[in-house]
């Protein structure tokens, strides 16, 4: 496609439930990044994907999300047992490669509630 | 400590005004660059323009134009003769060479309204 494209647009989910979130980047975008942004608030890196590996995962918040991009493209964001404090959009990006100060196109996000 | 400041939280203004976004950085790197994005109720970031630190030539493109001063750590964006499509949040993000990849820290945001 054109742009990155995520899915599910929106989640409802119960706590203690398991979400997956999934990312198609931009077709031939090497480095693929998952952000997530609260209400009010400008997006917080998570991780970043170069190729296959997570690059850097600085910013998952515990070892209650992972992420994997088994094949270097399709990217899927996973959450444990979640909490109502998980509730957030989910964004992707990717850029064309991962060096510093490249452009990252971001898509419209995943708009995650737990309820 | 915050490395992207947009001290505006709301700003309101009506279509045909100009309106300036104040972006004000802290980084320790000499080589950064500095991102504005818009975000339209449909969610996604529309990526607006990129800045590198060694380059404090002014830009515009159409409508907007961007200010960057290192002396001062500023990159405000301004919107000439605003339209009320250009509501939207509106963030401003820095790349720093710490991170040694396009990691993006972002403000909080400017939330834009443009009345008709």
């Known amino acids: 496609g054109a742009g990155v494209s995520q899915t599910p647009s929106n989640k409802v989910t119960e706590k203690g439930k398991y979400v997956e979130l999934r990312c198609d980047p931009i077709?031939?975008?090497?480095?693929l990044y998952w952000y997530r942004q609260s209400l009010g608030q400008g997006p917080e890196f998570l991780i970043y994907f170069q190729g296959t590996g997570a690059a850097d995962d600085s910013g998952l918040p515990n070892d209650r999300f992972f992420a994997v991009r088994p094949e270097g493209s399709v990217s899927t964001l996973k959450i444990q047992r979640t909490e109502r404090g998980d509730s957030a959009v989910y964004l992707c990006?990717?850029?064309?490669?991962?060096?510093?100060?490249?452009?990252?196109?971001f898509g419209e996000g995943s708009w995650l509630t737990v309820v | 400590a915050q490395k992207v400041t947009q001290a505006q939280t709301e700003i309101s203004v009506v279509e045909k005004e100009d309106v300036t976004l104040d972006c004000v950085y802290e980084t320790r790197d000499t080589t950064y660059y500095l991102f504005w994005y818009k975000q339209p109720p449909s969610g996604e970031l529309v990526f607006l323009i990129r800045r590198n630190s060694f380059d404090e030539q002014n830009e515009i493109s159409g409508r907007y134009s961007w200010n960057f001063q290192k002396s001062t750590s500023s990159f405000n964006f301004t919107i000439t003769a605003s339209q009320v499509v250009d509501s939207a949040v509106y963030f401003c993000?820095?790349?720093?060479?710490?991170?040694?990849?396009?990691?993006?820290?972002f403000g909080k945001g400017i939330t834009l309204s443009v009345r008709p």
């Open positions: 990006a990717s850029s064309l490669s991962g060096g510093f100060g490249n452009t990252i196109y």
């Open positions: 077709s031939g975008h090497t480095a």
């Open positions: 993000a820095l790349s720093e060479t710490t991170g040694a990849n396009s990691k993006l820290t």
